[in-house]
């Protein structure tokens, strides 16, 4: 039997008056995933500096919780370019034979850094911690408990001073790595929008606004995102209302949230309205897809549900759990469709201006290919890093008990 | 005096060995040449050569030949709706509109008189045409600016070429390219694009694509050699190049090229 030869992308596109024959939808959902993930490591690693560098204490609690499901976040977010790869078997070339014009062959070397700052970040503060498990856990019975020790033994590596001294340059180190981690982590997610932004093909994507625009809506999704799981976790746990000390280190979390949300709606503003005012050759096209073919995903979804309703539910006081709940789940939602409308709305239109691409999510799959491309692809990834958090809090616990 | 006979021959052994030890160590650096810098320079980018093309669109009839050829020659899955080379057709209407096509990538033909789904009587037609395109070997081509791991490469007879061996699949060429001149080859996945059929040219053969045109609306030159005849055309013509707005210094030129042509 001959199996028929499937074209890339062709399972996704549907085109619409005059298209290339070579054009089809090539980044599809894991394209929309990789910044959102990205996003929000950056953002629930800022949120942990906020605490680490500038020192407000009020976020102390939310801020390890931070830092812990940053790196969670970490591991899933290259997963979302590897499942997307066409040839996922050679994607160590990106490390080992990077290509400097390409803004993808930074990847390596700040995801790395990334990695470095983070992993070192979180053994300083919490090496007093695995010292004192190692300890505590000697004479214990048990081959779990054995285990452990030996885990926490190992992961003290060898530094078992925990004198005051000792600590205190702790400390120290932790906030010079916070601070180095603030411009990496912005790094990591801006030349995530530089990747985008440079595309001078696409009229849609080509803005040099875009990293800034990416930058601070990470922050906005990744500090969402901390406060929501933060937020249920809590109630979780509590069994009913949230504790005094939790519900104030939310609210200071959404003040953050606030400012750069005000930021990011603002910058969005603004690209869209320079775009309609100068008007260059492709306003025409852009125009027939923002305000035609996209105009619920980008006005209703994006812009309404995930920036103003949620922008008018934090601005009322006082702020209740209800509403910190739904805010952040709307703004999370709302981050999640400006990746999409930058990603599959960029390319909606043919590079011809004379034709339209509509996506079509593959919802089933029947092949490897519609698995990863498709919603399952989509949601194997945004469960991976809490499965990770899961079990990096077993070994490191977050969540402070009163 | 018996025992010295030994003794002489070793050393004469140990001189021997010597001399041909430094021989061998002055000859190494010998046998390679050292270049410097701008010699260098010279090896890798001094050729007399640098392939253009040259399109003649008041000749093309539509034939698809060229797509036909195209994808037996570089073995691009015949049915599959992407093609190195592809034929737009274009109908421009009295009333300004201009309709579009390019049924599987032109490959067969334009037999259906409707373009868009619209037939179009005569009467309202102001003008029609074929337009033949293809990669433009960029002088300054974005596609290879953006790979991340340096799969796609210039050589310099000035053909952008994709090492499939090396390709991870990411895409960023294809959406680099502003002419859509690449996609995924359907078997192979890894980029897929023109290169003027270098396995041909490289032999002295022209591209299939120009072999098989039945018309000459396509032709290959050496723009370095001012006696070839795509030379003189394109610096004593008034040809025009696609899109010249993105700054890629396209390579492939057009003659009788149409405003409404994208």
């Known amino acids: 039997m001959i199996h028929p030869v499937i074209v890339h992308g062709s ?31 950056a953002g629930a690693f800022v949120l942990s500096s906020l605490y680490h560098v500038f020192a407000r204490q009020e976020l102390k609690r939310i801020a390890k919780f931070s830092l812990i499901f940053s790196f969670a976040l970490l591991w899933a977010a290259p997963l979302p370019l590897l499942l997307h790869l066409q040839q996922p078997l050679r994607c160590e070339e990106v490390f080992f034979t990077p290509h400097f014009t390409s803004a993808i062959a930074a990847f390596g070397m700040v995801y790395s850094l990334y990695f470095a700052i983070v992993s070192m970040e979180i053994w300083f503060i919490y090496r007093r911690y695995f010292v004192e498990q190692a300890k505590a856990l000697v004479g214990r019975k048990g081959w779990l408990n054995q285990a452990r020790r030996v885990t926490y033994g190992v992961l003290t590596l060898g530094a078992w001073d925990i004198g005051h001294d000792a600590i205190e340059k702790d400390e120290k180190v932790t906030k010079i790595l916070a601070s180095t981690g603030i411009p990496v982590a912005c790094f990591l ?56 000390k939790e519900l104030d280190a939310v609210r200071m979390a959404t003040k953050y949230l606030l400012i750069f949300l005000v930021f990011a709606i603002s910058l969005e503003l603004l690209d869209m309205v320079f775009r309609g005012y100068t008007a260059m050759k492709s306003w025409n096209i852009l125009r027939s897809v923002i305000y035609e073919k996209d105009f619920l995903s980008i006005f209703l979804f994006q812009y309404f549900c995930g920036n103003l309703v949620p922008l008018i539910i934090l601005l009322r006081k ?18 999640f469709m400006m990746r999409w409308n930058v990603v599959i709305g960029g390319q909606a239109f043919s590079l011809s201006w004379a034709g339209f691409m509509h ?44 | 005096m018996e025992n010295n006979e030994p003794v002489d021959q070793e050393r004469r052994k140990f001189i021997k060995t010597v001399c041909m030890g430094v021989a061998a160590v002055a000859l190494s650096p010998a046998a390679f040449k050292i270049l410097g810098p701008s010699e260098a320079l010279a090896f890798v980018q001094n050729t007399k050569r640098r392939w253009v093309f040259l399109v003649d669109t008041n000749k093309c009839i539509g034939c698809g030949f060229c797509v036909k050829a195209c994808k037996q020659e570089n073995e691009i899955a015949y049915d599959a709706p992407v093609s190195r080379t592809w034929v737009e057709r274009y109908v421009v209407k009295k009333d300004g509109d201009t309709l579009i096509d390019s049924p599987k990538a032109g490959r067969d033909g334009f037999i259906d008189a409707a373009i868009e789904g619209q037939a179009v009587p005569p009467s309202e037609i102001a003008k029609g045409f074929f337009v033949p395109k293809l990669c433009n070997q960029c002088e300054n081509p974005p596609c290879v600016q ?6 796609t490469y210039q050589i310099k007879e000035g053909i952008v070429m994709v090492d499939r061996k090396w390709c991870i699949g990411c895409g960023y060429c294809i959406e680099a390219c502003p002419y859509s001149a690449r996609f995924f080859n359907p078997e192979l996945k890894v980029a897929e694009k023109c290169n003027f059929c270098y396995h041909r040219t490289v032999k002295g053969l022209k591209p299939a694509c120009v072999q098989n045109c039945p018309v000459g609306a396509r032709q290959i030159g050496n723009i370095k050699d001012p006696d070839d005849p795509v030379t003189k055309i394109v610096l004593n013509e008034r040809v025009s190049v696609l899109k010249e707005e993105y700054g890629t210094d396209p390579q492939a030129y057009y003659l009788g090229l149409d405003r409404s042509v994208r």
């Open chain 1, 318 to 335: 006082p702020l209740s759990m209800g509403k910190i709940l739904t805010a952040t789940t709307l703004i999370l939602f709302g981050v």
């Open chain 1, 189 to 244: 997610h801006g030349y995530a929008g530089f990747i985008f932004g440079s595309v001078k093909a696409n009229a849609m994507w080509m803005t040099p606004l875009m990293p800034v625009i990416f930058i601070v809506s990470a922050a906005v999704s990744g500090i969402a995102l901390c406060i929501l799981f933060y937020s249920l976790i809590n109630l979780w746990r509590s069994k009913s209302a949230m504790p005094k």
């Open chain 1, 359 to 402: 996506f079509e999510l593959p919802i089933i799959p029947h092949s490897l290919e519609t698995y990863k491309e498709g919603l399952l692809g989509a949601l194997t990834i945004i469960m991976l890093p809490f499965l990770f958090f899961f079990a990096l809090n077993k070994l490191i616990p977050t969540l402070e008990k009163d």
């Open chain 1, 11 to 41: 399972e996704w596109t549907v085109k619409e008056l005059f298209v290339y024959p070579n054009e089809y939808i090539y980044w599809g959902i894991q394209i929309v995933m990789y910044p959102f993930m990205t996003g929000l490591v």
């Open chain 2, 146 to 151: 953006v790979c991340p791991v340096g799969a």
